[in-house]
């Protein structure tokens, strides 16, 4: 099993920034793809962004340009850095771990491809 914590989110104004970060424990190893998503309310979970073991990253085109996913594998920490935020950027934020082979960014955009899923931390942007 691999366990996930965010934190970080928070009240910022348009505008302004947040770094989240994500806690990995347990069977890290098996991890091939950590990703974020989002979701506000009366809305579907939707896809942020993505890192592969590889180091590639891919983003939803929303936040391309305005988001930023790293991760510091000694740490066994994930990140997600949004400048520029928006008031459309408030949504509880989720981070969450793939075990199974990795496919192609594209195909991996859904939550379901994700085996793990933390509790999620709230993002608010006000106008």
């Known amino acids: 099993q691999v366990q996930l914590v965010e934190s970080g989110g928070g009240l910022v104004q348009t505008g302004g920034s947040l770094r989240l970060s994500c806690a990995a424990s347990?069977?890290?190893?098996?991890?091939?793809?950590m990703g974020w998503f989002r979701q506000a309310p009366g809305k579907e979970r939707e896809f942020v962004a993505l890192?592969?073991?590889?180091?590639?990253?891919y983003y939803a085109d929303i936040v391309k340009g305005r988001f930023t996913i790293s991760r510091d594998n000694d740490k066994n920490m994930v990140y997600l850095q949004m400048n520029s935020l928006k008031p459309e950027d408030t949504a509880v934020y989720y981070c969450?771990?793939?075990?199974?082979?990795?496919?192609?960014?594209?195909?991996?955009?859904?939550?379901?491809?994700?085996?793990?899923r933390g509790q999620g931390t709230q993002v608010t942007v006000s106008s």
């Open positions: 890192m592969r073991n590889d180091g590639d990253t």
């Open positions: 347990g069977r890290t190893f098996r991890v091939t793809v």
């Open positions: 969450a771990a793939r075990l199974d082979p990795v496919l192609p960014s594209t195909q991996i955009t859904r939550s379901y491809a994700y085996n793990y």
